[in-house]
């Protein structure tokens, strides 16, 4: 009996650990989700100008995805300290519920993937027709060409029609002026009051905007994908842990049980009874015995059998 119990308490107390254990795992993928999130949502507010509203979305779904987990990872660990089914099935529900949000940020990013190429083309060339109708356009598309150390969409020529001092006739066909933002370095004019650009880029931003949004989208889709499917693993052994740990307590309850038969710890009618084999039935019985005895005198007869 001592055996069976040992190991039932070390039963419970392998899920107890197991499941603090993943509730971790779960928080600290959260974290990273939080982390994930945050960096590529930095990085659309960046270029916000060429990126349409809606592609803001996974990134702050991705965020509050991992401060879902994080709830959901702390009521996991509290049921398993307080050895409670009832949440840690809730714990295994509430992951099921969060594995539907997961799926739902990589499909919106894997759609946004697919989007991006015609959106930038879209955005970009727009903000070439007005980057000298509206400073905050122009704002957005100097911090582009520095930052990314491109010029125009597909390269310089994109500013001959989108840029007024490529109007003056006494440019060649082959000149081409462009803002100072696609200048690698500048240097001085003939007019000493003017600066030249020396070394203009030679390559439109198109490729790496491109590349800067496919792969953040990329990076949404795949890690919400592994973090669902672990996700999804998790829903599992929650609600196994939780079976687990409701066979155990009621083998537990029954064994008690039958400690308390076999102890006579029978409770009935707010009197507690005695085993009949119990020691202290023999004192109660000559009690029951000397009280008979008053009652009814016993007279000794010399007829009577003697006791040798």
């Known amino acids: ?139 957005g598309v100097d911090f582009m060409q520095t930052g990314l150390g491109c010029c125009g969409v597909k390269g310089p020529d994109d500013w001959k029609e989108n840029y007024s001092p490529n109007n003056m006739t006494r440019l060649d066909a082959d000149d081409v002026v462009v803002p100072f933002s696609c200048c690698g370095s500048v240097g001085p004019s003939a007019n000493d009051n003017e600066m030249n650009c020396v070394d203009p880029y030679e390559y439109g931003c198109f490729n790496k905007m491109n590349f800067i949004m496919s792969q953040s989208a990329m990076l ?22 939780a079976k687990t740990l409701r066979r155990n307590k009621s083998i537990r309850e029954a064994r008690r049980w039958q400690l308390q038969q076999s102890l006579g710890v029978l409770i009935s009618g707010g009197k507690v009874g005695l085993p009949a084999n119990s020691a202290m039935s023999g004192y109660q019985q000559l009690e029951n015995s000397n009280e008979l005895g008053t009652q009814e005198p016993y007279t000794y007869t010399p007829h009577s059998p003697s006791v040798n």
């Open 220 to 241: 949404i889709s795949t890690g919400a994908t592994t973090v669902a499917f672990v996700q999804l693993l998790g829903v599992l052994c929650a609600f196994m842990l």
């Open 1 to 139: 009996m001592a055996n069976r119990e040992l190991q039932l308490n070390s039963g419970m107390r392998c899920a107890k650990y197991m499941l603090i254990i993943v509730s971790f795992m779960f928080a600290l993928t959260a974290i990273l989700l939080i982390m994930v999130g945050t960096t590529i949502q930095a990085i659309f507010g960046d270029f916000d100008l060429f990126i349409d509203g809606h592609f803001s979305s996974p990134p702050a779904l991705l965020i509050a995805i991992g401060f879902i987990l994080i709830a959901v990872a702390t009521l996991g660990a509290y049921g398993a300290v307080k050895e409670s089914v009832l949440l840690i099935n809730l714990y295994g529900v509430c992951l099921f519920l969060v594995f539907i949000l997961e799926v739902a940020a990589a499909i919106a990013a894997f759609v946004m993937q697919s989007q991006v190429r015609e959106m930038l083309v879209r955005t970009m060339n727009e903000a070439l027709v007005a980057y000298e109708k509206d400073t905050t356009v122009a704002a």
